[in-house]
T-cell receptor, first 112, second 118 residues
């Protein structure tokens, strides 16, 4: 199974951009890249996902390397509410497993 | 309100006493899944279900059972709990299985069940 590698922790100042990296060097051609985050004492929540092209939504942007072996979640202006654990996840675009592979997650601290 | 609910939210039990953690979703989702979360290990998938009567093992299925008799419910059963099953458990659902790779496979997570087995 393809796995992801993320830094254990990162810090950011409030209202500054944050770039959260994820390595997935063994990704297969049909794996989608998903990002979820987990706020304290809550279940994970969806942030964004993509396959090959960069993606934007109201929460964040996802930049995917051309070789797809890495990706970066971009929070354009971090707020205190963005302090959470961010998970980079690969899901299969073919096959019949439906299995999600969670990375270890990056704990993001946002300083006022 | 669209949501995934779990019950109980907190449970303390003793080794060997069978228990069931319920999970229910009101979004008519096909795909449901159970995870456990442990310090330093992140979230690990226990079992998942692609649809009614279709279940399969995730990464850590030992000691657990599931059933999917109805689309909305996906209970997690611990026939003989042991202390190493002390953990935080999350149920999740999505309209379609993640493999489809569209917005329909966004997973919605429940609030979690904190289980302690003494």
């Amino acid at each position: 199974d393809a796995k992801t590698t993320q830094p254990n922790s990162m810090e950011s100042n409030e209202e500054e951009p944050v770039h959260l990296p994820c390595n997935h060097s063994t990704i297969s051609g049909t794996d989608y890249i998903h990002w979820y985050r987990q706020l304290p004492s809550q279940g994970p929540e969806y942030v964004i996902h993509g396959l090959t092209s960069n993606v934007n939504n109201r929460m964040a942007s996802l930049a995917i390397a051309e070789d797809r072996k890495s990706s970066t979640l971009i929070l354009h202006r971090a707020t205190l509410r963005d302090a959470a654990v961010y998970y980079c996840i690969l899901s299969r675009g073919s096959g019949n497993t439906g299995k999600l592979i969670f990375g270890q997650g990056t704990t993001l601290q946002v300083k006022p | 309100e669209a949501q995934v609910t779990q019950n109980p939210r907190y449970l303390i039990t003793v080794t060997g006493k069978k228990l069931t953690v319920t999970c229910s979703q009101n979004m008519n989702h096909e795909y449901m899944s159970w995870y456990r979360q442990d310090p330093g290990l992140g979230l690990r998938q226990i079992y998942y279900s692609m649809n009614v009567e279709v279940t399969d093992k995730g990464d850590v299925p030992e000691g657990y059972k599931v059933s999917r008799k109805e689309k909305r419910n996906f209970p997690l059963i611990l026939e003989s709990p042991s202390p190493n099953q002390t953990s935080l458990y999350f149920c999740a659902s999505s309209l379609r299985p993640p493999r489809r790779g569209t917005s329909t496979d966004t997973q919605y997570f429940g609030p979690g069940t904190r289980l302690t087995v003494l």
